[in-house]
């Protein structure tokens, strides 16, 4: 049996996404820079796909660009609020992706920016007291927080983050890659400068992406090159990552009530079952408030095993992660874990769940698990 437990990292990509995107690779071909018929053909379909995710985020086309994928916007929103908007503080936090963190770092480096981190709260929120204590102290700042943690699943509560930039003249940047296609947004409502997003979160393909660029905020060519993208990023368009991307937006955002219910349905029985077979078995985050729905990250009993439970996993036919994928196989360990000071002496699991996965999954896995930790008490 072979479960996939690890949409977090990245999710399969919706059959009708790749029907889209086969059929347009096999009929249009012309270079959407292109003034003939052929290239305008394409161009149309790059415009529609624009629109139609400017539509479900509710903000114009004009402040939609299309990226590589969620590392590239949030390079660009943060590098470019340093060059062109005179920003000299980023207020963060510990437990931000590593597009994030590590961009933050090497600005910081090059003495281009000055950072500042937010406190959590012991469940790893952020301290919404403290960072307005930091507003106060740094006005004008850039804040870069993400809606969704990547590892915990905690939420940002970015309305009210909005309006502490708002407030204090911050420009606020969201990574949204976890929660795009997953929770409703709309942008005409919610003060964000910046919002960064990746297709195969959602069922979409890998290698693209959008930044949202509020109309008020200007900035100049993140990519020099040609004139695509209005100028904002040269090369030409991924044209068929952008037409399947703008498929499974609208098929996730068609279908979200539907789709977030069974996937919550999925969770929430994953924790039930966990706490009825696995003693002493714990969360980390927070795992049933302010939480996203398909993620989960499960801390186990001290074991002789700790180290090797992912192989074990993966040995029993299930995929689930240790941390962030972008971090696997790395020495290090979870710099999002580490904040919250877990037990050393425990091993941690997450587990991410998407539209494919059943409770009759969930039973299988937690009775691998189960036969794991009952091991160690008859041996």
Known sequence: MNIYLDNAATTPMHPEVISVMTQMMQEEYGNPSSTHAHGRIVRTHIEEARKKIAGYLNCTPGEIFFTSGGTEADNMAIRKSISDCGVKHIISSVIEHH??????????KQGLVESHYVNLLPNGHVNLNHLEE???????SLVSLMHANNEIGNLLDIQKVGELCHQYEALFHCDTVQTMGHLPFDLNKTNVTFLACGAHKFNGPKGVGFIYINHRTKI????????????????????????????A??????????????I???????IEQLKQHIPDVSFNGDATESSLYTVLNVSFPPSPFAEMLLFKLDIAGISASGGSACSSGSSIGSHVLAALNPNPLRPNVRFSFGRQNTKEEID???GKLKEMFNSLQTA
Do not use: C, W
């Open 249 to 262: 937006l609208s098929l996730a955002y068609d279908h979200l009530p539907e789709e977030q219910a069974q």
């Open 99 to 108: 597009a994030v963190s590590h961009t933050i770092e090497e600005l910081v």
């Open 364 to 366: 299988y896995v937690v």
């Open 220 to 247: 100049s060519s993140f990519l020099t090159g040609g004139s695509q993208e209005r100028n904002m990023r040269g090369g030409t368009e991924n044209v068929y990552g952008i037409v399947g991307m703008a498929k």
């Open 134 to 140: 930091l507003l106060q102290q740094y006005p004008k």
């Open 264 to 270: 919550q349905g999925v969770k929430t029985y994953m």
